[in-house]
């Protein structure tokens, strides 16, 4: 799946990016692939950061600098 814009820039975790990068990864729980698939999606199509503000996507601004966002799955 590769990324056009540079919404994602990094993985903290080594599965999502697994699963970014190949479609798949036994290291995710098999419960929450789904969803985390679909969370991908969302950020993929993305064209600004108003279109993440979506209920029960619980998308947040992190403290620090540069200004990085989050988002949770579980």
């Known amino acids: 799946m590769p990324y056009a814009l540079t919404v994602i ?3 903290k975790s080594k599965a999502l990016r697994e699963l970014w990068e190949t479609g798949k990864s036994a290291k995710l729980r098999p419960d929450l692939v789904e969803r985390v698939r679909a969370r991908l999606a969302i950020l ?8 993440l503000r979506l209920p029960g ?3 947040r ?3 620090g600098r540069p200004r990085r966002y989050t988002v949770d799955v579980n």
């Open 61 to 63: 601004a992190r403290h």
């Open 9 to 11: 820039a990094t993985f």
């Open 57 to 59: 996507l619980d998308f």
């Open 44 to 51: 993929n199509g993305a064209k600004t950061l108003a279109a």
